[in-house]
């Protein structure tokens, strides 16, 4: 084959193996190879953010001869690089033929279309488009799988958070109060728009810690039992949690909660600026709740940013302001003191049905601030999408007591028919198969 045409084959190639180089193999029979080199960005758009950055992976990719040249490919749209390089030849795999990457396989045949329009075959196929069969014995979701199993490092968990808040927006943060909620949440996935939609972290939360032992929401639960649970969490899974402190305590208690956290492998810890008995956010001023003084809390903020060993465990500032009824400039004040003082990021609540409190928040804050993350808690304000959410600039969208609740539901329903029934039979319909809970657990089957 004339050794000048060009094959561009687009790669993420942060685990790589046999699989990528049968393809590039095949690919050098066609030409010279272009590799578009997926952004760590548009990796994180399709599925999980990438476990080495692009200049690791171009690293590897520079050192094999079959490669001629390196480009970045910044988006997984392949329309860019194929434009720009006119290429003889686009080579994938043919697993993307289903699934989620269906639609930039389409979209590459219609680019081809459009570069050799007297070739065209019919719409689905392109004699220009070169596809391997996939490697079923080893590839990347298989080799994933299995390092997860193995486990992951705290320092690897940990810093998974920041890496995830400078690749992609919104992150989808899901409540989990068992290893067994977290085995779910971490494996729940759909594959839409040709993107694989998950979520990308855990939430321990003090109301549904507590619920869960029949406590009331008032810091009733200690820290060690908390920690017992969110290990049992890490045991099972390798995505990061942001720990729920509530008022964080007294400032001493501060400093020895964020050391332990950051110990055990969380990633965030969000606080919030209240004093006295803690009382849920949600009954706003139908209870008595007290604001803390600015000055005292960024203290508290400033003393644990001190207490921390590296930097990659984060503190979250949670504003009450909103819930209390002091207004968005009493908002905007905190959240700027709370941001000197040394907060990582801010959280910003509301009790309101619809979102307009919270999204003329986030446009005057972003007007003065547009880096620092914030988090939302949808919880009241329930009908907004997380993408418009992440329009007006929120980061992190914290759905913050659902597993909990919703179980509740089903495990009431449950019962209620055993005893109506006499029997069990009506109420497997509601139940989750023993087989599928095996599956779900690693190392049962």
Same mark, same amino acid.
């Given at each position: 084959?004339n ?6 084959v ?39 953010? *990438? ?12 050192n094999?001869?079959l ?34 990457l ?67 927006? *919104?992150?989808?943060i ?13 494996n ?58 509530d ?109 307009e ?12 601030d ?19 959410l ?56």
């Open positions: 084959m050794k000048k045409k060009i094959v561009y687009a790669m993420a190639a942060d685990l790589l193996h046999a699989g990528h180089i049968n393809i590039l193999k095949e690919a050098s029979k066609f030409g010279s190879i272009v590799v578009g080199l997926l952004s760590d960005e548009a990796i994180a758009k399709m599925e999980e953010a *990438p476990f080495l950055d692009y200049d690791q992976r171009k690293m590897v990719l520079e094999l001869n490669i001629d040249s390196i480009v970045p490919q910044n988006t997984p749209s392949y329309r860019q690089n194929i434009e720009a390089l006119h290429p003889d030849y686009v080579v994938h795999g043919d697993d993307w033929q289903s699934g989620y269906r639609c930039y396989r389409q979209e590459v045949i219609e680019l081809l279309y459009k570069l050799y329009p007297q070739e065209k075959v019919d719409l689905n196929t392109h004699p220009r488009l070169i596809e391997i069969p996939y490697s079923q014995e080893i590839n990347v979701l298989g080799i994933k799988r299995a390092l997860k199993n193995l486990g992951i490092t705290t320092a690897n968990r940990q810093g998974r958070l920041k890496k995830l808040l400078s690749l992609k927006s *919104p992150l989808r899901l409540e989990t109060h068992s290893a067994l909620s977290a085995l779910i949440a971490q729940t996935c759909i594959d839409i728009d040709g993107q694989r939609l998950e979520f990308d972290g855990f939430w321990s939360s003090s109301l549904t810690d507590s619920t869960l032992r029949g406590k009331p929401d008032i810091e009733a639960v200690e820290l060690g039992v908390r920690l017992q649970g969110i290990n049992e969490i890490f045991e099972v899974t390798h995505k990061p949690l942001i720990y729920d402190a008022t964080g305590g007294k400032v001493e208690h501060f400093v020895f909660t964020v050391r332990t956290l950051e110990r055990l492998g969380v990633s965030a810890v969000v606080i919030e600026d209240k004093t006295g008995l803690k009382k849920n956010s949600l009954l706003g001023n139908e209870v008595e709740q007290t604001q803390e003084d600015i000055e005292v809390f960024c203290h508290k903020i400033s003393e644990g940013k001190k207490a921390r060993v590296g930097d990659e465990f984060m503190i979250f500032a949670r504003i009450e302001s909103l819930i209390l009824d002091k207004g968005q400039e009493d908002a905007l004040k905190r959240a700027f003191a709370y941001i000197g003082a040394g907060a990582d990021g801010i959280m910003i609540h509301s009790r309101h049905k619809d979102a409190e919270i999204l003329s928040f986030m446009k005057a804050f972003r007007a003065k547009s880096i620092t993350p914030v988090i939302v808690v949808p919880t009241s304000f329930n009908a907004i999408l997380a993408k418009d992440a329009r007006a600039g929120v980061n992190i969208i914290i759905y913050a007591n659902h597993m909990l609740r919703s179980s509740f539901v089903a495990m009431s329903e449950v019962a209620k028919s055993i005893l109506e029934n006499d029997r069990s039979l009506e109420a497997e319909s509601k139940c989750m198969s023993v087989n599928e809970i095996l599956s779900l657990i690693p190392g049962t089957i």
